[in-house]
Every structure is written in C-alpha cells, then in structure tokens.
C-alpha cells in the first residue's frame, strides 16, 4: 500500500535516495512513492503533504538513513514550484569550502576562483534547497546563514551586491538540534528560524511489517528480471526482529548481499548475515570521578569503535554525531586508523 495513488507509479524506498549509496533511485521521475503502510509512517507522510502547501521552512529530524532527502523531494514535489529541488550535504563539504558552496564566489574571490560560479541558493531559485546535516554548518558560518534565511538575500563571496533569492529551506538532521544548541555549538536564533514546521520519520524499527515490503521490493530490484528470491517464514521473522539501526539503507544492502549470495530462488539466513545487533553501550563503568572531558570523550570513542568492529560510519550513527566529525575526533585523540569507512 503506498501513502498516496500520485506516487504510486515510480516506487521507490525511503532511505534511498537518488543521492545514497543504495543504488536503488538511479531516474527522477515526477513522482516518488514512499514503500510502506504502517500508521508511523503514512501520519509522517500526511504531515509532509500538509506542510508542502505552506511556504513555511521546515525542520526535518530523522535517524540516517530513513529516507529524509526522499521526503524533502516529495515536499518538494507536491508544493507545485516550478524551480529545482537543490540538495547540499552540509557534512560532505569542507568547512573552508562550504560558505562558497552555499552562497557561490566571483572571479578572484579567493585563490583558484577563476570564473564566477553560483551557490545552492542561487541554484535552487523559486524552488526548494534542502541543507542535509544542518547540523554540521560551522559556527561562524551560521550568521550568514541565518541572514540568508531572514531576508532571502546573500553575498557571493568576493562580491558587493546582494543577491535576492525566492525558495524554500528543508533542513534535515540526523539528531535533536536542541543538543547542539545546549552545547553551544549551533545558535538559537537560527535553530528557531529553521524550526518553523518540525517533521520527523519514524525509524525502521517502528515501521512493523514495513520491513517485509521494502525487503520484497529490494529483492525484486536487485535480482535478475523475473527472478526475485522468496523469503521463507524463518528469513520474515529475522528481518523483523532486527531492530535495522542503519534503517532502509542497511537493509537495502543486506538484501542485495542476500540476493547476489542466493541460488536465484530463495533467500536464506546464512546468505541475509544479519548477525547480532550491535551492542548497546549501556553505563560506562569506566566513568571515574576525576575523569577530564577529553579522556572520557576519547574513551566512549574508543569502545564505539571496538563495538562496531572499527566501522566509522556505524560509530557515529551510535553517537549521534557526524561520519567527519568522528574522522576528527580519532585524529584529534591520536587513535589508530581504522579498516573500515
């Protein structure tokens, strides 16, 4: 069952957007349908609808990997503006790049800027600039930012002359910005500009008999035409009891491992290899009084790491922080480098 019949004539799955690795959206068409028909997940697909007819901002908080760019496009989509649906990751870019990135430079701006070039605001003119991780703009960089959103006006970097701009903001993070704004690393003032219409998008955990659905469409897109495995009773039962801490995403993968491991007919546990769940790092019985910030910091990371057999991208998704945020910590606390991203 899909949210809504306009979207229903290109599936595809939340958590994989066009942009992510899952390699499951490779067209763009007109419409996207979000797989699903559990309560969660269709009362965040109505609010989504209900919001794209306001010009208003949006704030859209969200596990990684629960297809918050796909939801930001079908806002995009069913607010009819004829511009472009422009997408940023704000954790991608490097800080020293990302002002240019966002706001564009002119001719002999800095070093290399040879030609004038256009930022994603200018680019997403009259439609929707979606700034995934708004999490992980620098603080200095948030002024400018904040002015941009107030007055839909910036300077490119080198130039003299405001640029106006008309478009919607969408900006997606992966943890709560409050947190950020309590540790002083994000300013209230633009936390409460951003915040005008919260949404959210319930995890896979807390998506039911979701799980099923999107492992069945998975397995049809990346078996053979015509020759999609089944899933036995026992293969359900474990995706559902999975609790999928990397959501779509992570099971946009196990089931294209399962499939190219499969003898064509029928997916099996040994060839799904969901293994145990990653464990919870419950009270840390390491935490002494005396302890300093820094070393109880370099010792969560630590047993993150070991916990998740060194794999980064699953550490920060466990910390709530950033991929390149926990590439800086390591180097910052001087710890081995890592086999895994």
């Known amino acids: ?45 109505q609010q989504a609808r209900q919001a794209s ?21 079908l806002i995009h989509e069913e607010s009819g503006r004829g511009g472009p649906f422009v997408a940023v990751n704000c954790a991608a870019v490097p800080q020293e790049l990302l002002e240019s990135e966002l706001f564009g430079h002119v001719r002999g701006a800095f070093t290399g800027a040879q030609v004038n070039r256009p930022g994603k605001f200018e680019l997403a003119h009259r439609g929707t600039l979606l ?40 900006a997606s993070t992966n943890r709560p910005l409050r947190s950020l704004v309590a540790a002083g690393r994000f300013r209230e ?51 559902r009891a999975y609790p999928w ?33 990653p464990p919870c790092l419950g009270p840390a019985p390491w935490l002494k009084p005396g302890l300093s910030l820094r070393a109880a910091e370099k010792a969560l990371l630590e047993i993150t790491l070991e916990a998740t057999a060194g794999n980064r991208t699953h550490a920060a998704e466990l910390l709530g922080i950033s991929l390149r945020t926990v590439r800086n910590k390591i180097r910052e606390h001087g710890l081995p480098p890592r086999r895994l991203p």
Do not use: W
């Open 1 to 45: 069952m899909l949210p809504s019949p306009q979207f229903a004539h290109q599936p595809f799955a939340a958590g994989c957007s066009p942009t992510a690795r899952c390699e499951v959206a490779e067209r763009r068409p007109a419409g996207h349908a979000i797989i699903g028909s559990s309560p969660a997940l269709l009362a965040a697909v």
């Open 53 to 73: 007819h306001s010009g208003a901002d949006i704030l859209l908080e969200a596990e990684s990997g629960t297809g918050k760019e796909l939801l930001a496009r």
């Open 131 to 170: 700034l995934d991780e708004i999490g992980e703009i620098p603080l200095p960089l948030q002024p400018k930012l904040l002015r941009a959103l107030q007055e839909r006006e910036f300077y490119r970097l080198g130039d003299s002359r405001p640029v106006a701009v008309e478009l919607r903001i969408i």
């Open 189 to 239: 003032d633009l936390y409460y500009r951003l915040n005008v219409i919260p949404l959210t998008l319930p995890p896979l955990r807390e998506r039911g008999d979701d799980v099923l659905e999107l492992a069945g469409f998975f397995a049809a897109r990346f078996a053979a035409p015509a020759s999609a495995p089944v899933m036995g009773a026992a293969v359900r039962a474990e995706l």
């Open 245 to 277: 801490p990397g959501n779509v995403r992570e099971l946009a993968n196990a089931i294209r491992r399962a499939v190219a491991l499969s003898d064509g007919s029928e997916i099996r546990s040994e060839a799904l290899r969901l293994g145990s769940p």
